[in-house]
């Protein structure tokens, strides 16, 4: 079973540009998460998608960032425009079903972005 | 809201012998799940083991058993004979509802 893909894994860009990241899940999982993972701590909650659904976006700062997820399946992520302090790692999840697959996230790489 | 804290930013333990990492959580739900996960440097985050807080046995796998204590809302990580494999930042984690709460980690060291 292949798991959880991001692209690109690493970006460098400047303040003021925009960038984007792209998740797709383990396939057949119905929820997908987007993370923010600050060095030195613990992922944060971006937005919580359930097919083609956000289920939570409370935390997404939504003057600069933007995600959709067509088709229920693969997700997008977008940053415009950049600031310094969105330098992180942006993780993607998903999970499956409904008790304890449902609660149980995979984890993807990770895309580490750094903001110049 | 929930919480989740990881007191210990750091610990270290020697090969072969074994560890306890540090977790609690503050939740009014009375069902819920927890989890351990596993993020070596530079390298992607994987589940180490899950407990569901309905089950009054602690959860194992192989040289990995939690210490789970629902009434005091602690839920701690035993590692038994250390590998230098472990060393990594471990995640203490909440979820109720399909929603997760993340602690900060603990780095874990491991001496030859």
């Known amino acids: 079973e292949a798991g959880v893909a991001q692209s690109p894994r690493y970006k460098i860009i400047e303040k003021r540009q925009s960038v984007a990241f792209w998740c797709n899940p383990i396939?057949?999982?119905?929820?997908l998460y987007w993370y923010q993972q600050i060095l030195g701590q613990g992922p944060k909650l971006l937005i919580q998608f359930q097919n083609n659904g956000v289920v939570d976006d409370s935390q997404l700062p939504k003057d600069r960032f933007s995600a959709e997820r067509l088709k229920g399946v693969d997700s997008t992520l977008k940053i415009q425009p950049a600031k310094l302090e969105d330098s992180a790692v942006y993780l993607c999840?998903?999970?499956?079903?409904?008790?304890?697959?449902?609660?149980?996230?995979?984890f993807g790489p990770g895309t580490r972005l750094l903001v110049l | 809201a929930q919480t989740v804290t990881q007191s210990q930013p750091e610990m270290s333990v020697q090969e072969a012998e074994t560890v306890t990492l540090s977790c609690t959580y503050d939740?009014?739900?009375?069902?819920?799940?927890l989890f351990w996960y596993k993020q070596p440097p530079s390298r992607q985050m994987i589940l180490v083991i899950r407990q569901e807080a309905y089950k009054q046995q602690n959860a194992t796998e192989n040289r990995f058993s939690v210490n789970f204590q629902k009434a005091a809302k602690s839920f701690s990580l035993k590692i038994s004979d250390s590998q230098l494999g472990d060393a990594a930042m471990y995640f203490c984690a909440y979820s109720n509802a399909g929603k997760s709460t993340f602690g900060d980690g603990t780095t874990l060291t491991v001496k030859p």
């Open positions: 999840a998903s999970s499956a079903g409904t008790g304890a697959s449902r609660e149980t996230q995979y």
């Open positions: 939740t009014s739900e009375s069902d819920y799940y």
């Open positions: 396939s057949g999982h119905a929820t």
